[in-house]
């Protein structure tokens, strides 16, 4: 119980809506969101979507990191080969957002 309120509350001080729940919650939270702030929440996820995966790629060997950033960003739909917008995607980088978000908690 205290973790997930020291997480929201991590999750409200960097701008994005309480992530402790059901991640579809979420979802629903971001959509019903006036556009501004959708637009602003995406960024943010997105942000740290991609810093969850060069984390997740530091833990690899040196000569799969770049394969394995290539398959995580194309599963978040982050990158060149980034196509329209799916909610699939929106749940990935939350669920990535979140994990990055409990790492730097842990430190």
Same mark, same amino acid.
């Given at each position: 119980m205290r973790d997930s309120i020291l997480f929201d509350i991590e999750c409200l001080e960097r701008g994005l809506p309480p992530m402790s729940g059901n991640v579809l919650d979420?979802?629903?939270?971001?959509m019903s969101s006036n556009p501004t702030a959708r637009r602003k929440i995406s /960024?943010? %996820?997105k942000k740290l979507a991609k810093s969850e995966i060069t984390r997740r790629c530091l833990?690899?060997?040196?000569?799969?990191?770049k394969a394995l950033q290539e398959r995580l960003k194309a599963h978040a739909n982050i990158g060149?080969?980034?196509?329209?917008?799916?909610? /699939?995607? %929106?749940?990935?980088?939350?669920?990535?957002a979140c994990d990055f978000i409990n790492y730097t908690l842990e430190k």
């Open positions: 979420v979802v629903q939270m971001v /960024r943010k %996820l833990k690899v060997p040196h000569f799969q990191q060149p080969q980034k196509t329209g917008f799916r909610k /699939r995607d %929106l749940v990935q980088r939350i669920i990535m």
